[in-house]
């Protein structure tokens, strides 16, 4: 009786909060708090998917997904992105007949890095995805050898590992262990040579803590490596990208299938081949996955065209307390070579967690930003002195700073103001504060 009151409190607070826009989390907790094994009764699909890590979870999660509907594969996943416990209990329950049995033939999950041991405490996935692992939000998660030792207890022996081979730290979930599929760049032309950034977290071998040495960089410590004391080093990988041209906004998959690109980023490109391997394993013909996500465009906000004024622009949601993420999106506008201006946008430091914590921009690559293309940078919210501290320690030109602490002021200012093409960069914490003011494309 517990298990069928909870599926249905559940469902209740899933369509009451609907309305009011508050139904991803909620009604998991209180099923949660009627029925703590819920999880454990529910009768799952033969396929579990797990998607984890810093980055990229819910981009991959979306274009899985999408590959899997094109192919009439019925699919059951976190669409919202509410990937801890409480959110996916409600995912599942929403999914499932008053009886408990699941009605999708797959179950895909993204899964907090963190949290994924309390998620897999009632049941296993059969493939899992570990994307990436960076500093990310340091007040809760500290280091990333911290997450991986969180993740690494939602990983079992029988469960199918799917890997970023290009990462270090991800790599060691797969060391003495046969069921492990490896994805990955090949050497391309968009590679450092040199390691470019504000830290390192490539440095040591995560193994034996001797020094490591690369090859090249994608990009941060993704590349490829190898330890000078042990024998670790990149894997040969199973599904790789063989071939990028940015140019032409395309890249290549096992030297054999040609995807076009909606958003020439190396993020976007290792969120493509992650989805592409998915449904490889699972059997989706590879030409038809090639087919479906040529040219995708997210549904989940984090690339939005708009314009503001004469301008036009383009949105990037990079994750604060994340400053990988802020050098992917700064690195993106300098790839453009376009004449532009970049709003940067840190108002509410985080989403969830109440914090002053502004460490985390010191590690961000603002140099990235000093480029010819780029005329001028707002710094905006209540944080733009932060901002305009870090960048003073930057090699960007003083004179292309502007502060506003109001973004509405910022927004008017702009849009009264020129017409070349604009870059926002902030988190979904300050998403709408900055959308308010612009029409979306």
């Known amino acids: 009786m517990r298990k069928i009151l909870a599926i249905i409190v559940c469902k209740l607070i899933k369509f009451i909060g609907g309305f009011v826009g508050k139904g991803s989390s909620l009604p998991g907790k209180y099923a949660l708090k009627i029925c703590p094994d ?256 040529s040219n995708y465009i997210l549904k989940n906000g984090r690339f939005i065209r708009f314009s503001l004024g004469e301008h036009k622009g383009t949105f990037l949601v990079s994750k604060h307390e994340n400053s990988v993420s802020y050098d992917m999106s700064f690195k993106y506008i300098a790839s453009q070579k376009e004449k532009c201006s970049v709003i940067v946008i840190v108002d509410a430091v985080s989403r969830k967690y109440f914090t002053s914590e502004t460490s985390w921009l010191w590690d961000i690559n603002f140099d990235l930003l000093e480029c010819d293309c780029v005329e001028n940078i707002y710094l905006c919210g209540k944080y733009c002195n932060d901002l305009a501290l870090r960048a003073e320690f930057s090699k960007i030109d003083k004179n292309k700073i502007k502060l506003y602490e109001d973004i509405n002021e910022a927004c008017d200012i702009i849009k009264n103001t020129g017409n070349e093409n604009l870059f926002a960069v902030t988190c979904f914490s300050d998403k709408a504060k900055f959308i308010s003011n612009v029409t979306i494309e």
């Open 38 to 293: 819920i999880l454990k009764r529910v009768h799952m699909p033969e396929k579990i998917i797990a998607v984890t890590g810093s980055n990229g979870k819910t981009s991959t999660v979306e274009m899985i997904a999408s590959i899997f509907k094109s192919s009439g594969i019925k699919v059951a996943y976190n669409i919202e992105g509410s990937n801890q416990i409480e959110g996916v209990t409600t995912m599942i329950l929403d999914n499932c007949s008053l009886t408990g049995k699941m009605n999708a033939d797959v179950l895909l999950i993204e899964s907090d890095e963190r949290y994924a041991k309390y998620t897999f405490k009632w049941f296993k996935p059969t493939h899992y995805v570990i994307t990436n692992l960076y500093r990310d939000q340091l007040t809760r998660n500290g280091h990333p050898m911290w997450v991986y030792d969180a993740i690494k207890e939602s990983v079992f022996d029988d469960t199918q590992l799917i890997l970023n081979a290009d990462d270090p730290m991800v790599s060691k979930f797969g060391a003495n262990r046969d069921n492990v599929v490896w994805f990955g760049l090949d050497h391309c032309s968009t590679d450092e040579e040199e390691f470019v950034g504000a830290y390192n977290d490539g440095l040591y071998c995560p193994i034996c803590k001797a020094t490591m040495e690369y090859d090249y960089y994608h990009f941060n410590h993704i590349g490829k490596y190898h330890c000078t004391a042990c024998d670790y080093a990149r894997r040969d990988t199973d599904y790789s990208v063989s071939e990028i041209d940015l140019d032409n906004d395309k890249i290549v998959v096992n030297s054999k299938h040609e995807i076009k690109l909606a958003f020439k980023s190396i993020y976007n490109i290792y969120n493509i081949l992650s989805a592409f391997t998915v449904c490889s394993l699972i059997g989706i013909d590879e030409q038809k996955i090639a087919s479906n996500i």
